[in-house]
Antibody, heavy 120, light 107 residues
Framework: QVQLQESGPGLVKPSETLSLTCTVS????????WNWIRQSPGKGLEWIGY???????VYNPSLKSRVTISVDTSKNQLFLKVTSVTAADTAVYYC??????????????WGQGAQVTVSS | DIQMTQSPSTLSASVGDRVTITCRAS??????LAWYQQRPGKAPNLLIY???TLKRGVPSRFSGSGSGTEFTLTITSLQPDDFATYYC?????????FGQGTKLKLK
């Protein structure tokens, strides 16, 4: 059974870069679609984007200019970087596996989430 | 972007009740819809995908229906564990978007 675990700094200063890692266990990252999703009280659940094991990515246009998703298949890890953060980027960040064949489609399973607060 | 609107935002019910949550899409999404349950402090958990396919292991008291722009999640015979927040999500095309959530509360 695939399990995901997010990790990274819980506090990031405005204008800096948010960096998170998702470690995958119980399965290989060299398959499936790997997604980042965030949740904030103001905006609810927001899909950030995905990376396929081949390295191809799709991002939400609302964040595309500031987001990079990458993988390290040797470590079975998924990464998220969001540049030039503001308070609006404060959220719980989740990694999740896509359930579809030709696209991520639904998300299952999810990691437990990582709270990130943007504040000076 | 496709807007997903859930109703009601809050629903009060009792153990044993049957409840229905509605999710409307701003344009047709065929059957590309998933439902999730989220308990406080936890990640969302997939219940249903392709509008009506129950994820393996999810109790049969949960069911989904609909296509096009209107969808429903029905829970029959509510159990104490079912009081949580429920979200719909479309996956017709990018960006995927979620409904704002329906909080199911104990009456």
């Amino acid at each position: 059974q695939v399990q995901l675990q997010e990790s990274g700094p819980g506090l990031v200063k405005p204008s800096e870069t948010l960096s998170l890692t998702c470690t995958v266990s119980g399965g290989s990252i060299s398959s499936s679609y790997w997604n980042w999703i965030r949740q904030s009280p103001g905006k609810g659940l927001e899909w950030i984007g995905y990376i396929y094991h081949t390295g191809s990515t799709v991002y939400n246009p609302s964040l595309k200019s500031r987001v990079t998703i990458s993988v390290d298949t040797s470590k079975n890890q998924l990464f998220l970087k969001v540049t030039s953060v503001t308070a609006a980027d404060t959220a719980v960040y989740y990694c999740a596996t896509g359930g579809g064949f030709y696209s991520p489609s639904w998300f299952d399973p999810w990691g437990q989430g990582a709270q990130v607060t943007v504040s000076s | 972007d496709i807007q997903m609107t859930q109703s009601p935002s809050t629903l009060s019910a009792s153990v044993g009740d049957r409840v229905t949550i509605t999710c409307r899409a701003s344009q047709t999404i065929t059957s590309s819809l998933a439902w999730y349950q989220q308990r406080p402090g936890k990640a969302p958990n997939l219940l249903i995908y392709d509008a009506s396919t129950l994820k393996r292991g999810v109790p049969s008291r949960f069911s989904g229906s609909g296509s096009g722009t209107e969808f429903t999640l029905t829970i029959t015979s509510l159990q104490p564990d079912d009081f949580a927040t429920y979200y719909c999500q479309h996956y017709t095309y990018y960006p995927y978007t979620f409904g704002q959530g329906t909080k199911l509360k104990l009456k």
